[in-house]
């Protein structure tokens, strides 16, 4: 089945500074990778996602680019800010997707200094 | 819109108790999933429903069992609760079930002593 890993678990940055996080799969029929962001006792909310035709998408100053070849996908956020603070799920669908499965990485905890 | 509402948002129990957690959308969304979240380990789905009158397992279904009331309720039950158990539970809904983004409820506290 899909497996979802995803480093690091903790990223520390200045305000303003740029901040990536990395997510692997397993399974290369996967197609559907959201993000998802998590706030302190929170529920868990989209923030953005992407399809396996697209290489690149961007929403202001959040992105994620996909490499299917290596099976590997990232989110970056530029200009941190200290509401950026939360924790970051990627997420990959089993299979082709049709089934609404999502396999979730085990989270990376991110903190905005300001 | 309320979107999701997941009821408790906290219970205690202990061994062996049996519980019902309920999870509505008003979003008219076809698809419903429960999910658990543990320190360090994400979410992990334990039942998924696709469409109303169908449920499937997911990763972690052992100890559980889960009721598609109607398109808008979708509730898991714990029959012989274990300390193991002990959790966040999260519903989400989405519109159908390939590349559909999913809405998640504020999550019921599960503690079980």
């Known amino acids: 089945g899909e497996n979802v890993e995803q480093h690091p678990s903790t990223l520390s940055v200045q305000e303003g500074d740029s901040a990536v996080i990395k997510c692997t799969y397993s399974d290369s029929a996967s197609n559907y990778f959201p993000w998802y962001k998590q706030e302190l006792g929170k529920r868990p909310q989209l923030i953005i996602d992407i399809r396996s035709n697209v290489g690149e998408k961007k929403d202001q100053r959040i992105a994620v680019t996909l490499n299917k070849t290596a099976k590997h996908f990232s989110l970056h956020i530029t200009e941190t800010q200290p509401e950026d603070s939360a924790v970051y799920f990627c997420?990959?669908?089993?299979?082709?997707?049709?089934?609404?499965?999502?396999?979730f990485g085990q989270g990376t905890t991110l903190q905005v200094k300001p | 819109n309320a979107g999701v509402t997941q009821t408790p948002k906290f219970q205690v129990l202990k061994t062996g108790q049996s519980m019902t957690l309920q999870c509505a959308q008003d979003m008219n969304h076809n698809s419903m999933y429960w999910y658990r979240q543990d320190p360090g380990m994400g979410l992990r789905l334990i039942y998924y429903?696709?469409?109303?009158?169908?449920?499937d397992k997911g990763e972690v279904p052992n100890g559980y069992n889960v009721s598609r009331l109607n398109k808008r309720e979708f509730s898991l039950r714990l029959e012989s609760a274990a300390p193991s158990q002990t959790s966040v539970y999260f519903c989400?809904?989405?519109?159908?079930?390939?590349?559909?983004?999913?809405?998640f409820g504020d999550g019921t506290r599960l503690s079980i002593l």
């Open positions: 989400a809904s989405s519109v159908g079930t390939a590349h559909q983004p999913q809405h």
């Open positions: 997420a990959a669908a089993q299979g082709s997707g049709n089934t609404g499965k999502l396999i």
């Open positions: 429903s696709a469409s109303e009158g169908t449920t």
